[in-house]
């Protein structure tokens, strides 16, 4: 194998890219930045939609139908000209995102180009199939799924946990991608008035817990209306949206709750730092990059002890937790931060500090 030159030439093949909104997203945009400031020429295959180019990186849609059930996504198939444009820019390695439809077709292009593979693990499919009570399909998925990344010569998964899972699955040449934020943007700050009585519903002084994300029902947010209200003097802000937003929205219905849809850029931190706590309540994450976003705002974060989550929170130093199969714990914490401003001003600062050291630099 020829050396590897300084300046690589990276093509990257992802299910998913912008204008989707979701963490997968959230970590490519910030690896193209990067890749950018080394000094790398990228070009990224993804599904159509998407801005031309993204961070210096040439964008391509590949086409394809939607998925039934969940219109945001693709099932995106590759055509001749999407192997005429790979040979064209002759990339010195290949990396597949999360790999199901289109990434099959970029491991299948490196051997024809003879160059190395890089795989990413991001989504617990397996998890998925098991909490909409078809636990029948996760072997089937799991087999699927560790023929294609067995294929490439290194896999990345984002956290010590989902290393673990994927080594006892049969994975091979697994490696922890630890995995950082922009904490250029993501940082504590003024907390703007209009923007906290938007999210608190015109009750500024209302203690505020806040959610950000895609907004599915393996996210579990629904647990939240009976596990924190009818606290008195809480708020709880839903930012975000996805298949499950219209459900949510009658869900919550009479509570003082407020859905705001997506936000991204400032207005996101905005509503970190309007916030007193962060709540994560989903059991199916593999990394959870929320969670890190808020502690970057210097928020507190109560969550679902499992998953990516583990290597984030560290419980009663950054942040509280409670068992995931035990909802009513949700409200003790609540209450605790709430009534306990000393605690929660702590925790607030570990946490800011922790997320410091986890920038997408110094990771």
């Not at 199939?129 to 072997?139: E, S, T, W």
């Amino acid at each position: 194998m020829s050396p590897v030159p300084e300046q690589l030439r990276i093509a990257i093949f992802t299910e998913t890219f912008l204008p989707k909104i979701d963490g997968i997203v959230s970590i490519l945009c910030l690896l193209l930045q990067r890749l950018q400031e080394q000094g790398h020429k990228v070009i990224l295959f993804g599904p159509p939609g998407g801005p031309p180019e993204y961070a210096g990186a040439e964008v391509i849609g590949v086409g394809g139908p939607r998925v039934p059930f969940y219109p945001e996504l693709r099932i995106n198939v590759p055509r001749r000209f999407v192997w005429r444009r790979v040979k064209e820019f002759a990339p010195d390695l290949i990396h597949v995102v999360n790999p199901v439809v289109l990434g099959p077709f970029g491991l299948s292009y490196a051997r024809l180009l003879r160059v190395p593979t890089v795989a990413s693990f991001h989504t617990d499919l397996a998890g998925y199939v098991k909490f909409y009570g078809a636990g029948f399909m996760a072997p089937a998925i799991w087999s699927y799924l560790r023929s294609l990344h067995n294929q490439a010569d290194v896999n990345l998964c984002p956290s010590t946990t989902i290393r673990g899972e994927l080594q006892r699955q049969g994975f091979r040449r697994v490696r922890w991608w630890k995995r950082g934020i922009d904490t250029d943007l993501f940082t504590p700050g003024e907390r703007i008035a209009d923007v906290r009585n938007r999210l608190t519903g015109g009750n500024p002084d209302d203690f505020l817990v806040i959610n950000v994300g895609r907004q599915a029902p393996e996210k579990r947010l629904d647990l939240l209306r009976d596990a924190i209200f009818p606290e008195r003097n809480v708020r709880l802000a839903l930012i975000g949206d996805g298949p499950g937003h219209q459900v949510l929205q009658k869900q919550f219905a009479g509570t003082p709750t407020v859905m705001t849809g997506y936000m991204r850029g400032q207005e996101l931190v905005d509503a970190y730092r309007a916030a007193d706590a962060f709540i994560f309540p989903s059991t199916t994450e593999t990394f959870g990059l929320v969670a890190l976003e808020a502690m970057a705002c210097r928020l507190p974060v109560i969550a679902a002890r499992t998953g990516g989550v583990l290597d984030t929170v560290i419980d009663g130093y950054n942040g509280l937790y409670y068992n995931p199969d035990q909802p009513q714990e949700i409200r003790p914490l609540v209450q605790r931060l709430r009534d306990n401003p000393a605690l929660r001003n702590e925790l607030a600062e570990n946490a800011l500090n922790h997320a410091r050291s986890r920038s997408w630099r110094a990771t």
